[in-house]
């Protein structure tokens, strides 16, 4: 017997993301839901070949419902997502509402798998910033065989990961630039047309912004609570694709050549890494695929045991849709649940 599948925010940059994945995965659902706010009932979005209406998620029963997958924001998820849960269906909410929480397990499924069986405290499972989620598939190989103390990040952040909104604004104004028209600013405090913005999320009173600090916290709790890290966090005119250099300084040795053995065999890898112009990976050949590209593996003399690699994914599938779905996968695959019976 299949299982029903809610998409809560299906009419959204990774609510329609969630759909293509359910059915390029051949999820074993026999029945998929697609909901979303009272503005967007009617509205159709694809499930394979198939067309589904949405219906509007305030007048929904979800007591047959096995998974909710939630990408409607932290608002709606600090509402719904209880209400969902404790209707028995298992939510994996996407936003940053409940990654914090210490009842709610925050995954990676190939970094931390173990951790969904916690998902029944409050019937709720968190999926992490798109940011974090890349870097710590990168780095948990590597911690394992050297042990990471510390981590220096700096994001490359594609305008997606702000909604489409900000698609549109990027469009917009780089069109404007040619054209000689106004470039209005609406989703970002500057042009991001031909600019990059350090700015990312609400600034912090330490100066740093939430998106930095999210990275710094979800990394802890997912990977290893001593690991110290550090980023800066900057969006780039790029529609589809995170990038981000990272510096790690290891307890013991690890030479360049050990890591991109290490990353060749680890799940979710990919290592593109050749000296070479062109040798190496960027968010253009990233969007639409699944893994975590690293490439630019080098040892860095600055620090003991310190390396030095450049990673980009989708920050649309492994940031967002596919790891939630990967999730759903853990969860039936390991038994930790069981499709409810349907009326006939």
């Not at 299906?10 to 909901?35: Q, S």
């Not at 912004?209 to 780039?236: F, G, N, Q, S, Y």
């Not at 849709?321 to 853990?330: F, G, S």
Request: charge should be neutral; proline fraction near 4%; include cysteine.
């Amino acid at each position: 017997m299949g299982y029903k599948v809610a998409v809560v925010g299906a009419t959204g940059n990774v609510g329609r993301e969630m759909l293509n994945i359910l059915d390029e995965r051949k999820f074993p659902a026999d029945e998929v839901v697609a909901l979303a706010s009272r503005r967007s009932v009617g509205v159709e979005v694809s499930y394979g070949d198939r067309t589904l209406k949405v219906k509007a998620l305030e007048h929904y029963d979800f007591a047959d419902v096995d998974i909710c997958l939630m990408s409607a924001g932290g608002t709606v998820s600090k509402e719904w997502s209880p209400k969902i849960g404790a209707a028995g269906a298992v939510v994996i909410d996407n936003s940053s509402a409940w990654r914090m929480d210490p009842d709610v397990p925050l995954i990676v499924p190939e970094v931390n798998a173990d951790a969904a069986a916690g998902f029944t405290k409050k019937h709720i499972i968190a999926n992490p910033n798109c940011s974090t989620a890349q870097l710590v598939v990168a780095l948990k190989p590597l911690h394992d065989k050297a042990h990471i103390k510390r981590v220096v990040v700096s994001t490359y952040q594609s305008v997606s990961g702000a909604g489409k909104d900000a698609m549109d604004e990027l469009f917009s104004q780089t069109k404007a630039v040619y054209t000689n028209d106004e470039l209005v600013n609406k989703k970002f405090p500057k042009r991001i047309a031909f600019n990059v913005i350090p700015h990312i999320d609400v600034f912090m009173e330490d100066g740093f912004t939430k998106e930095e600090w999210k990275m710094m916290a979800e990394t802890k709790k997912i990977l290893d609570p001593k690991i110290k890290l550090t980023a800066t966090c900057v969006r780039v005119p790029v529609f589809v694709g995170h990038s981000e250099a990272v510096n790690v300084e290891f307890e013991q040795p690890i030479t360049a050549d050990e890591a991109r053995e290490i990353l060749r065999r680890a799940p979710g890898c990919l290592v593109i890494d050749k000296q070479e112009p062109g040798g190496y990976a960027t968010p253009y050949e990233a969007a639409g695929e699944d893994a975590t590209y690293i490439s630019r593996i080098r040892e860095d003399a600055t620090v003991e045991n310190g390396l030095a690699f450049w990673c980009v994914s989708d920050n649309l599938r492994k940031g967002a849709a596919l790891n939630a779905i990967q999730i759903a996968e853990v969860l039936i695959n390991r038994k930790l649940i069981t499709a409810k019976k349907k009326a006939a």
